[in-house]
């Protein structure tokens, strides 16, 4: 069955770090991936999608992913993260979610 | 602002009770999905529409229904309500038919409570 698996529950970085979530798919075929931002209280924003073509896109808010097919992974990274990117993350291929991984940012 | 809109925002119940949230797509777009976001089951998903006919089914209790009218709005209807229904449910919207690589735009949520 098709699954999308987020391995960190919870990442706390420094405001300016680097950052790196995880994700891994399970899909035979072309996996159609996204990745989404969730603040407190609100509905799904999207960041960036991935359906084919370049393995590396670019999204909103500074945000990037990479797919690689070799490692079933589509892991979404941010150069420098602000404090207001603070929120939780999910990825997701079509319709199956990850878990979810909550970002805070230390001051 | 994703252009799908939930009504209504908050709604609070009792068990045994039945209700019904509301979604409107984003202009244009066909296909309607339901998803349930619990703190122990993370986000799932319950069912789809596109242009008025059910196209997929996931993890719906039987408990649950819902539909899209002419109009594409759709509305999910829950009954015989239980404490575990409490929630926050989705409705996202999409261009395409399933089975095509769409981009899902997602409304702000109905948080549900059961008391």
Redesign the interface.
């Known amino acids: 069955a098709q699954s999308v698996t987020q391995p960190d529950i919870h990442i706390t970085v420094s405001e300016g770090a680097s950052l790196e979530l995880r994700c891994n798919y399970s899909y035979g075929a072309?996996p159609?991936l996204?990745w989404?931002v969730q603040s407190p209280?609100?509905?799904?924003?999207?960041l960036l999608?991935y359906?084919?073509g370049d393995t590396l896109v670019q999204g909103i808010k500074g945000f990037e992913a990479e797919f690689k097919r070799s490692q079933s992974s589509f892991n979404l990274r941010k150069p420098s993260v602000h404090w207001s990117d603070a929120a939780e993350y999910?990825c997701a291929s079509?319709?199956?979610?990850?878990?979810?991984t909550r970002l805070s940012i230390r001051p | 602002d994703?252009g799908?809109t939930q009504t209504p925002k908050h709604l609070i119940t009792a068990t045994g009770q039945r209700v019904t949230l509301r979604c409107s797509p984003r202009s244009g777009d066909l296909s309607v999905?339901w998803?349930q976001q619990s703190l122990d089951q993370?986000?799932?998903?319950l069912i789809?529409y596109y242009n008025g006919e059910e196209r997929?089914k996931?993890n719906i209790l039987e408990r649950f229904s819902a539909q899209q009218f002419p109009d594409l709005h759709s509305e999910l209807n829950l009954s015989s309500l239980e404490l575990g229904d409490s929630a926050l449910y989705?409705c996202?919207s999409s261009v395409n038919p399933p089975g095509a690589?769409?981009?899902?735009?997602?409304?702000?949520?109905t948080?549900l409570t059961v008391l």
């Open positions: 072309t159609y996204f989404y209280g609100q509905g799904l924003q999207l999608k359906f084919s999910f079509k319709i199956i979610f990850g878990s979810g | 994703s799908v999905y998803y993370g986000l799932q998903f789809q997929a996931g989705f996202a690589g769409d981009t899902q735009y997602f409304g702000p949520g948080r």
